[in-house]
T-cell receptor, first 115, second 118 residues
Framework: AQSVTQLDSQVPVFEEAPVELRCNYS??????LFWYVQYPNQGLQLLLK??????LVKGINGFEAEFNKSQTSFHLRKPSVHISDTAEYFC?????????????FGSGTQLTVLP | EAGVTQFPSHSVIEKGQTVTLRCDPI?????LYWYRRVMGKEIKFLLH????????ESGMPNNRFLAERTGGTYSTLKVQPAELEDSGVYFC????????????????FGPGTRLTVL
């Protein structure tokens, strides 16, 4: 079975500062990796995903993430955050093959951008 | 194109009552998933439909939960009778069939239904 750990439940950061949200996963087989964001009163929206190829993945709203297979990590980064980035961020994995298609999520990281 | 919609957005019921949640996936999406987030914990998988068939229901917590997807379009999730621990946010997601989704079977989520059992 696979699992996802988001090490920080809350991350406060000042506007225009850089931010990194950490995600580690555990799986006995290869997985796809995702970051989703949930803005207040909205559904989850896909930020970016890693399927294969370049380990640095760029997503929407200036976010990027780097897949590190040896460290089983997929940390999310943004060089300069805005107030509008305040939201909850979820890291998730799904199996690369087989019939199971569900996502396994981490517990989420609440990013709060302060003025 | 309309996204995934869920109804109701909020539901408050008493223990022992019945509640039915509805999900309308994106048109043409064969895969439909139900997830639940309880008390700020991680979002957990409940079950997966491919068209009208249950592909995987390994995440359903017990037999008080019944999911249907008649005709392969919208889905309902019924909780009967509801217990206090069923409170949480229920998310629905949909995606194309795996064979037609080379980008990793992206799932599109609805806004969720917040269920409160008193």
């Amino acid at each position: 079975a696979q699992s996802v750990t988001q090490l920080d439940s809350q991350v406060p950061v000042f506007e225009e500062a850089p931010v990194e949200l950490r995600c580690n996963y555990s799986s006995s087989v290869s997985v796809y990796l995702f970051w989703y964001v949930q803005y207040p009163n909205q559904g989850l929206q896909l930020l970016l995903k890693y399927l294969s190829g370049s380990t640095l993945v760029k997503g929407i709203n200036g976010f990027e993430a780097e897949f590190n297979k040896s460290q089983t990590s997929f940390h999310l980064r943004k060089p300069s955050v805005h107030i509008s980035d305040t939201a909850e961020y979820f890291c998730a994995v799904t199996l690369l093959s087989g019939s199971a298609r569900q996502l396994t999520f981490g517990s989420g990281t609440q990013l709060t951008v302060l003025p | 194109e309309a996204g995934v919609t869920q109804f109701p957005s909020h539901s408050v019921i008493e223990k022992g009552q019945t509640v039915t949640l509805r999900c309308d996936p994106i048109s043409g999406h064969d895969n439909l998933y139900w997830y639940r987030r309880v008390m700020g914990k991680e979002i957990k998988f409940l079950l997966h439909f491919v068209k009208e068939s249950k592909q995987d229901e390994s995440g359903m917590p017990n037999n008080r939960f019944l999911a249907e997807r008649t005709g392969g379009t919208y889905s309902t999730l019924k909780v009967q009778p509801a217990e206090l621990e069923d409170s949480g946010v229920y998310f629905c997601a949909s995606s194309l069939r795996a064979g037609r989704a080379p980008r990793g079977n992206e799932q599109f989520f609805g806004p969720g239904t917040r269920l409160t059992v008193l």
